[in-house]
C-alpha cells in the first residue's frame, strides 16, 4: 500500500471512532441528565414517603432500591402508578403492602420519562432512558 493511501486510512478510521465515542457519550450525558432530573422530582414528589435512600418505610411504604417490582414487565405499571396512583395490594421483594399511594396529575409526561428514567437505572436494573414516547403510550392504557 502507498504510504499516502494508507495515512488517509488511518486518518478515516480515527475519525470514525472519534464520532463514534462523541455520539455514544452524548446518549450517556443525556441519561445522566435524566437521572439527575429525576432524583430532583424524587426529592419533591416521592421521598417523603419512599425514604431518601429508596428503601421505604417499614410494611407501609415499599421499597425502591432493589425492588423486584421494577421490571421491565412491569414499567406501564409503575407509569400509570406514578399518574394514578396506587390502591389494589402490591407484593414487593415477598412482602404484601396494602395502602394507598396518591397520583400526581401534575407530573406531565417527560416528568415521568425522567422520575422513571430515575428509579431504574438507579434502583432497578436498567441503563437506559425511558423515552416520553414510552410514557405517552403507556399513559394511553392506564385502567
Ligand atoms: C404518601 C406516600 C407515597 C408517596 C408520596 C409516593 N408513594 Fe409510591 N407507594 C406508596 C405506597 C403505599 C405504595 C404501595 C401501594 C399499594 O399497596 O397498593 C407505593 C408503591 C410504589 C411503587 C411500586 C412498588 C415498589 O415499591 O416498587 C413504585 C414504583 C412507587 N410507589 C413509586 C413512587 C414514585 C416515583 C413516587 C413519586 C412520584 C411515589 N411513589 C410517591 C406510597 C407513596
Redesign the pocket.
Known amino acids: 500500500m502507498n504510504t499516502s493511501l494508507s495515512k488517509v486510512l488511518v486518518s478515516l478510521s480515527f475519525m470514525g471512532s472519534l464520532s463514534l465515542a462523541s455520539c455514544q457519550s452524548e446518549g450517556e450525558v443525556k441519561r445522566q441528565q435524566y437521572v439527575a432530573e429525576g432524583f430532583e422530582?424524587?426529592k419533591s414528589?416521592?421521598m417523603?414517603?419512599?425514604q431518601a435512600n429508596g428503601e421505604?418505610m417499614a410494611k407501609?411504604?415499599?421499597?425502591?432500591a432493589k425492588?423486584d417490582?421494577?421490571t421491565e414487565k412491569n414499567k406501564a405499571l409503575?407509569i400509570c402508578?406514578?399518574r394514578h396512583g396506587?390502591?389494589?395490594?402490591?407484593t414487593?421483594n415477598g412482602q404484601v403492602?396494602?395502602?394507598?399511594?396518591?397520583g400526581?396529575s401534575a407530573?406531565k409526561a417527560l416528568d415521568i420519562a425522567v422520575?422513571t428514567t430515575f428509579?431504574y437505572n438507579e434502583w432497578g436494573k436498567e441503563k437506559k432512558i425511558t423515552e416520553v414516547q414510552e410514557v405517552e403510550k403507556a399513559l394511553a392504557t392506564c385502567p
Open positions: 422530582l424524587y414528589s416521592c417523603n414517603c419512599h421505604g407501609l411504604y415499599p421499597p425502591l425492588s417490582f421494577l409503575v402508578g406514578i396506587f390502591d389494589k395490594p402490591l414487593v403492602y396494602h395502602q394507598t399511594m396518591p400526581n407530573l422520575l428509579l
